[in-house]
């Protein structure tokens, strides 16, 4: 499927990784500290977005699938042991994040529909799907995707633009310019959304290796990075202009809220936050297949006689962030600390990767 996939595949693969789990956790933090000036965040936001999405791609554009046998692109320029090292660290990532998204999960599915489930039973229920799409490999997990995101999103959008209907844009006036913005804090948001980006590291290298065209790849990630701007900016002026920056500070799911909200009679629209529900958990299950899938694809190169234990470990080590008490602050704190540990050694290897991969560029040409 994928040796023959198109641009709409890759951009769906991309879009997800951007997404993270659909729950826009970001919108009480944007508004707490810059109030109504978050669109000029998001407007940084999206310029970091593509600029250092465009970066990493151009920097893998002259990697032969040769040269990428490895399993991330820290393997094909910093060598063995430098990008093993990188790239166990980029395990710890990718597992603290399978395991956030799946404490997100069952803390929406708590918060909105089964109180009183215990947690033990929907584990063992939500773990059925990455289980077997680990077990299956890629072509399962991309197939599993991308035939889930279209039907999802459009009914996002939908419910979104119904949420407009009872809007009041007055709460989007007046701009103003808190003390916080004119400080280190709008970098620092805008990288804890762009933590999607970390998962280039893993996905482009096994892209290339499929033989996807660099110039399908561009379009791809032009695309995934347009409708992601998009998706926030509507999800971002949904909370908005229901709640207004202020009251906005205080939700734990605005989004979710802004449709419960929405007052409709008929079959399925008196309660419109459960319906919303559907996409986000889509969402949700999509940032823990991507993340467990990306723990899974560099282990299982360490280790390719002993590809089970890869597996066992990734669960493992997710089940254990799972149960942990104190969990998901605990996850989350450990989390953000790696993140942000893994975005500094991107963007500090991103003008090492572009030196390396100059220099290979003029040692083929004099070998030539």
Same mark, same amino acid.
């Given at each position: 499927?994928?040796?023959?996939?198109?641009?709409?595949?890759?951009?769906? &693969?991309?879009?997800?990784?951007?997404?993270?789990?659909?729950?826009?956790? /970001?919108?009480?933090? /944007?508004?707490?500290?810059?109030?109504?000036?978050? /669109?000029?965040? =998001?407007?940084?936001?999206? *310029?970091?977005?593509?600029?250092?999405?465009?970066?990493?791609?151009?920097?893998?554009?002259?990697?032969?699938?040769?040269? @990428? *046998?490895? @399993?991330?692109?820290?393997?094909?320029?910093?060598?063995?042991? &430098?990008? /093993? %090292?990188?790239?166990? *660290?980029?395990? $710890?990532?990718?597992?603290?994040?399978?395991?956030?998204?799946?404490?997100? $999960?069952?803390?929406?599915?708590?918060?909105?529909?089964?109180?009183?489930?215990?947690?033990?039973?929907?584990? &063992?229920? +939500?773990?059925?799907?990455?289980?077997?799409?680990? !077990?299956? #490999? !890629?072509?399962?997990?991309?197939?599993?995707?991308?035939?889930?995101?279209?039907?999802?999103?459009?009914?996002? %959008?939908? =419910?979104?633009?119904?949420?407009?209907?009872?809007?009041?844009?007055?709460?989007?006036?007046?701009?103003? +310019?808190?003390?916080?913005?004119?400080? %280190?804090?709008?970098?620092?948001?805008?990288?804890?959304?762009?933590?999607?980006? *970390?998962?280039?590291?893993?996905?482009?290298?096994?892209?290339?290796?499929?033989?996807?065209? !660099?110039? $399908?790849?561009?379009?791809? %990630?032009?695309?995934?990075?347009?409708?992601?701007?998009?998706?926030? +900016?509507?999800? =971002?002026?949904?909370? &908005?202009?229901?709640?207004g920056s202020f009251e906005a500070s205080t939700?734990?799911?605005?989004?979710?809220?802004?449709?419960?909200?929405?007052?409709?009679?008929?079959?399925?629209?008196?309660?419109?936050?459960?319906?919303?529900?559907?996409?986000?958990?889509?969402?949700?299950?999509?940032?823990?297949?991507? !993340? +467990?899938? #990306?723990?899974?694809?560099?282990?299982?190169?360490?280790?390719?006689?002993?590809?089970?234990?890869? =597996?066992?470990?990734?669960?493992?080590?997710?089940?254990?962030?799972?149960?942990?008490?104190?969990?998901?602050?605990?996850?989350?704190?450990?989390?953000?600390?790696?993140?942000?540990?893994?975005?500094?050694?991107?963007?500090?290897?991103?003008?090492?990767?572009?030196?390396?991969?100059?220099?290979?560029?003029?040692?083929?040409?004099?070998?030539?």
């Amino acid at each position: 499927m994928i040796r023959n996939a198109n641009a709409n595949v890759l951009t769906g &693969l991309l879009f997800e990784s951007l997404l993270g789990t659909g729950t826009m956790e /970001w919108i009480p933090q /944007w508004t707490a500290k810059f109030h109504t000036a978050v /669109w000029l965040v =998001l407007s940084l936001y999206t *310029i970091l977005l593509f600029s250092t999405g465009l970066i990493i791609l151009y920097i893998s554009k002259h990697i032969s699938n040769n040269e @990428c *046998i490895g @399993c991330t692109l820290f393997d094909a320029f910093f060598g063995r042991i &430098l990008g /093993w %090292v990188l790239n166990f *660290i980029l395990v $710890g990532f990718l597992i603290l994040g399978a395991s956030k998204a799946f404490l997100t $999960g069952l803390d929406l599915i708590h918060y909105t529909t089964l109180p009183y489930t215990p947690k033990i039973a929907l584990v &063992l229920f +939500a773990l059925s799907v990455p289980l077997q799409l680990l !077990y299956a #490999g !890629y072509e399962s997990l991309f197939r599993f995707q991308t035939v889930l995101l279209v039907p999802a999103l459009f009914l996002a %959008v939908v =419910l979104l633009f119904i949420s407009l209907r009872s809007a009041d844009f007055r709460n989007l006036l007046p701009i103003t +310019a808190p003390p916080s913005l004119w400080t %280190v804090d709008p970098l620092k948001a805008v990288m804890d959304l762009l933590q999607g980006l *970390i998962l280039f590291m893993v996905y482009i290298p096994l892209f290339i290796q499929l033989r996807v065209s !660099y110039q $399908g790849t561009m379009r791809a %990630v032009l695309f995934a990075g347009i409708g992601i701007v998009l998706l926030n +900016a509507l999800n =971002l002026l949904v909370v &908005l202009t229901a709640f207004g920056s202020f009251e906005a500070s205080t939700l734990h799911y605005p989004v979710l809220e802004a449709v419960r909200i929405q007052k409709m009679t008929g079959p399925l629209l008196e309660r419109l936050d459960l319906v919303f529900l559907m996409p986000v958990s889509v969402a949700v299950m999509s940032a823990v297949n991507l !993340y +467990a899938y #990306g723990a899974y694809h560099v282990l299982s190169r360490y280790i390719p006689s002993r590809k089970r234990i890869a =597996l066992i470990f990734v669960v493992v080590s997710m089940l254990t962030f799972v149960f942990i008490p104190s969990n998901f602050e605990f996850v989350s704190d450990v989390y953000e600390s790696m993140m942000r540990t893994l975005e500094v050694i991107l963007v500090g290897s991103l003008p090492v990767m572009l030196v390396k991969q100059r220099l290979q560029i003029v040692e083929r040409h004099v070998k030539k």
